[in-house]
């Protein structure tokens, strides 16, 4: 098949390659088994990036500026500079995804897959092949502009991530073609340990949805150390200076900076556990796969994906998040933060043969369930349906 992979997202720029995001690294190596699987493949991406695909690029100086509108130069400075970002985001997805269509059309590829689904619905009408979107985020009140995007292009052919969030999309807007394909990983670039440090582990963006304060409250209830990571975005928020900075000074927490593949990697593997205490929906978490990769056990709240992500009692432990929230008969039987705490004793009071056995089920579990190749597998199949 000849197809055309693209993410008009201005995080894809160089400029940002210390931000958090995920679907960039997942579209890549997408793009990459695709190809090793005999597919002509087309990355629609910036320059600098490093793919097997034929690389496509179109040039626009929103990659390495920014570029503020007239009508919010009288606005205050934050509120300016978060708007500026937000239109020269719009004003980027809406060229790249333009040109994108025009080329695709030209090559007469056979399928376009647009990895993060916005405004490319506006252009879909206009490529001479069917486009696929991949769905990344949870469904969100039914009054705000994504909302109302899904229902205008409900006809339009989708890819959810888990199948929670397929579910939660067809009850909202009763799309009418949708199918599940679960993240992967590459295995081969997360180092496996059956042994850890004695630390404890959360990371990802200094959110309310993250719950990285629960993860806080828990370590150093227990006495037990933590390393918590973020991007130096998310550091200016009222979330952070409240919840997260009062206990960063306490010997027991330490936050790192962002952390690069490498870096990362090595953080998890080395983390007797880690800690997802999400408030949210969460569509399907790939740090989740990530630590597991490493063998490190999951403790998480049973929202969103979790459940068909972490095998409990045996890749980690699944923790109801409120008595009035029960979504499963899991292992732990307290809820919220009791049922964590208790989920983080049971992780050390493990025998070393019983922890290195869910170490090892951790590696086995992602091997086997979530890894890139399986991932294009059922990209492929999902192409040729749509074909079809």
């Given at each position: 098949m000849k197809i055309g992979i693209f993410i008009p997202n201005l995080l894809m720029a160089k400029r940002f390659e210390d931000r958090v995001f995920a679907p960039k690294e997942l579209a890549l190596a997408v793009a990459d088994e695709l190809v090793n699987r005999g597919h002509e493949i087309y990355l629609y991406a910036p320059q600098h990036t490093q793919t097997k695909a034929h690389l496509v690029s179109f040039t626009t100086p929103l990659e390495t500026n920014d570029f503020p509108s007239q009508k919010d130069l009288m606005k205050q400075d934050l509120v300016r500079n978060n708007l500026t970002y937000s239109r020269d985001q719009n004003e980027y997805e809406a060229f790249f995804t333009s040109a994108t269509v025009a080329d695709a059309n030209n090559r007469n590829l056979d399928i376009l897959h647009n990895y993060l689904d916005m405004f490319g619905h506006y252009f879909a009408p206009f490529a001479k092949m069917p486009t696929l979107f991949t769905i990344h985020d949870p469904v969100f009140d039914l009054s705000l502009i994504e909302s109302l995007r899904y229902s205008i292009f409900k006809d339009h052919h989708y890819m959810a991530i888990s199948n929670c969030q397929k579910e939660a999309y067809i009850r909202a807007f009763r799309l009418s073609s949708v199918s599940t394909v679960h993240h992967g990983v590459n295995v081969s670039h997360f180092l496996f340990s059956e042994n850890s440090d004695e630390y404890l582990c959360s990371i990802g963006r200094y959110l309310p949805t993250k719950g990285i304060d629960d993860a806080l409250n828990v370590s150093l209830q227990l006495k037990k150390k933590i390393i918590i990571s973020s991007g130096a975005n998310f550091k200016e928020s009222q979330y952070y200076k409240t919840k997260i900075e009062p206990f960063t000074n306490s010997p027991l927490v330490n936050e790192i900076d962002f952390l690069q593949p490498l870096q990362r990697n090595k953080t998890l593997a080395g983390a007797k556990a880690f800690m997802f205490p999400i408030k949210w929906e969460e569509a399907f978490g790939m740090v989740m796969i990530?630590?597991?990769?490493?063998?490190?056990?999951?403790?998480?709240?049973?929202?969103?994906?979790?459940?068909?992500?972490?095998?409990?009692?045996?890749?980690?432990?699944?923790?109801?998040?409120?008595?009035?929230?029960?979504?499963?008969?899991?292992?732990?039987?307290?809820?919220?933060?009791?049922?964590?705490?208790?989920?983080?004793?049971?992780?050390?009071?493990?025998?070393?043969?019983?922890?290195?056995?869910?170490?090892?089920?951790?590696?086995?579990?992602?091997?086997?369930?979530?890894?890139?190749k399986k991932m294009a597998e059922n990209y492929e199949k999902m192409y040729g349906h749509i074909l079809k």
């Open positions: 990530e630590s597991m990769a490493c063998g490190t056990p999951v403790i998480a709240y049973a929202r969103g994906s979790v459940p068909e992500v972490i095998k409990d009692g045996e890749t980690g432990f699944i923790v109801n998040s409120s008595d009035t929230d029960i979504r499963g008969d899991w292992i732990v039987k307290k809820t919220g933060l009791d049922g964590f705490r208790e989920a983080v004793e049971r992780i050390y009071s493990l025998s070393n043969e019983d922890y290195i056995k869910m170490r090892k089920q951790c590696r086995l579990h992602v091997e086997n369930n979530f890894t890139v």
